[in-house]
């Protein structure tokens, strides 16, 4: 009887230090770190660990003389509006199409009538099964020739597209091999890769390295709280900190990041920023 006292004791003694630990210890879940999404209107985005920037690079972009920033919105494809009004905005943002979406190819004409990059925004598999990535996804076990034509039907659909980055992918692109077989046919068709980095084990910068392609790697993903406020803090606190490093930033054309996007341009502008297409950052940092 004293035996089970004793280990009843000891029992509840350790459900209180476990239960402390996760009230008092645990550290918060990181507010600006990669996320994952199906459709724009009602996804279900999944949290991953934001990935530090490497040092090394970021030196290097600063020793490159940049101090610029790309800003690219996903998702586009679903709804025309946001399209029109972010095109309003006097600065060169650029815009991802997802394949196979409603209004992809109207989308698309819109941007490009207008002298803005276009992106293939391109479904890769997520690590979380329930998010399904939508029509025209790399899967890993697609072979290389299902992979080169999967990626060159997504081109197809998206015409005027300067380059490539992923849409979800936590999965794929942390599969190297299958990874470069992406990265050189895109380098074969002469775009650029920009890594959304869902994941903090992506292989793409070393797939990137590997194959030659001119590559960069999302910093910041603006608007995971979407919330009009967060969102314009969020962005001009990032760009001052950073403010002379190469950042490339992602957002979505959800009414609130739009609300922003209208009024933290002005602003960055008026402190010297300069925003860029994508394909200008890239260049900037290739020089590295």
Known sequence: MKLI?????????????????????????????????????????EATPAPAPDSSQKNQVTQAGSGAIAIIIDDIGFALAPVDKLLSIKAPLAFAVLPYSPHAEDAAAMIHAQGHEL?????????????????????RNM?????????????????????????????????????????????????????????????????????????????????NDRNQELTFNNLLDQVEKNRHSSLVIIGHPYPSTVAALQEAVPVLQSRGVRIVPPSELVAIISKR
């Open 5 to 45: 006292k004793g280990f009843t004791g000891l029992l509840l003694l350790l459900i209180v230090l476990i239960t402390s630990y996760f009230v008092f210890f645990r550290p918060p879940r990181d507010l600006h770190g990669p996320r994952e999404g199906g459709e724009e209107k009602e996804a279900i985005r």
């Open 119 to 139: 992106l293939l925004h391109l479904p890769m598999e997520p690590r979380n099964g329930k998010h399904q990535p939508g029509p025209g996804a790399l899967f």
């Open 143 to 223: 072979t290389e020739q299902d992979i080169r034509k999967q990626l060159n039907d997504d081109l197809a659909v998206v015409p005027f597209v300067v380059g490539v980055n992923n849409h979800m992918g936590s999965a794929f692109t942390e599969d190297e091999e299958k990874l470069i077989v992406v990265l050189k046919e895109l380098r074969k068709k002469g775009f650029f890769f920009i890594d959304s980095r869902t994941t903090a084990a992506s292989r793409a910068e070393d797939g990137a390295r590997k194959t030659g392609i001119r590559f960069a790697a999302r910093r910041l993903f603006l608007d």
